[in-house]
């Protein structure tokens, strides 16, 4: 199983990014799919899921009415889009997946089996 990040970068406060998910070795279909980030010194959260339909998606308080997740099942990825980035939004973000859990509010990392290796995002003021 691989899921590779990209799209993360540096912005200014107030700017966009995308972050894309690519996966290979898994039933795509099957996964739900989240993206979490760490900041340094900080413990990994939750940002937001999405169901493995796409039909249901979930957000962290802190990022609901800026972040966006998506899914295309035919291209095996998942998508974040980030606006209105904010210095505090800066971290390494991750998408995991897993068949077992389900897309609620709160998205425990603990819960997911597969992880990617993580993309930097900087928000600066």
């Known amino acids: 199983v691989q899921l590779v990040e990209s799209g993360g970068g540096f912005v200014h406060t107030g700017g966009s990014l995308t972050l894309s998910c690519a996966t290979s070795g898994l039933i795509f279909s099957r996964n739900v799919m989240g993206w979490f980030r760490q900041a340094p010194g900080k413990e990994r959260e939750g940002v937001s899921c999405?169901?493995?339909?796409?039909?249901?998606?979930n957000y962290a308080d802190s990022v609901k009415g800026r972040f966006t997740i998506s899914r295309d099942n035919a291209k095996n990825t998942v998508y974040l889009q980030m606006n209105s980035l904010k210095p505090e939004d800066t971290a390494v973000y991750y998408c995991?997946?897993?068949?077992?859990?389900?897309?609620?509010?709160?998205?425990?990392?603990?819960?997911?089996?597969?992880w990617g290796q993580g993309t930097q995002v900087t928000v600066s003021s």
């Open positions: 995991a997946a897993d068949q077992m859990v389900p897309c609620l509010g709160y998205s425990d990392p603990d819960d997911f089996g597969s």
């Open positions: 999405i169901s493995s339909s796409g039909g249901s998606t």
